[in-house]
């Protein structure tokens, strides 16, 4: 059974960092996709940023491109997300998920997910 447990979220001032991480469980980790999304109440998932350690590749949202920081530790099966220079437009909660496709990542293509984990930057 996939189980994917987040955490690292709380409130921090703007142009402050964050570190949210991503406990993977019950699949083969390096097999999948993982990405990070964020959502607004009552808005659709967004794609923040993906990863393919199997493909080899990184994806970031332009929206976060050059202060968020995707990675994964293969040795623990977790998922992070460093989250750098935060600003206010930041504040979601965050979600950690796993591709259905294999290595394949596209946003449309994530069917597992973890609870969330709320993000909030205040100015």
């Known amino acids: 059974q996939v189980q994917l447990v987040e955490s690292g979220g709380g409130s921090v001032q703007a142009g402050g960092s964050l570190r949210l991480s991503c406990a993977a469980s019950?699949?083969?980790?390096?097999?999948?996709?993982m990405g990070w999304f964020r959502q607004a109440p009552g808005k659709k998932h967004e794609g923040v940023a993906f990863i393919s350690l199997i493909v080899g590749m990184t994806y970031y949202s332009d929206f976060v491109k050059g202060r968020f920081t995707i990675s994964q530790d293969n040795a623990k099966n977790t998922l992070h997300l460093q989250m750098n220079s935060l600003k206010p437009d930041d504040t979601d909660m965050y979600y950690c998920?796993?591709?259905?496709?294999?290595?394949?990542?596209?946003?449309?293509?994530?069917?597992?997910w973890g609870q969330g984990t709320q993000v909030t930057v205040s100015s």
């Open positions: 019950g699949y083969t980790y390096r097999d999948y996709c």
């Open positions: 998920a796993r591709g259905t496709q294999g290595g394949y990542c596209k946003e449309g293509e994530f069917g597992y």
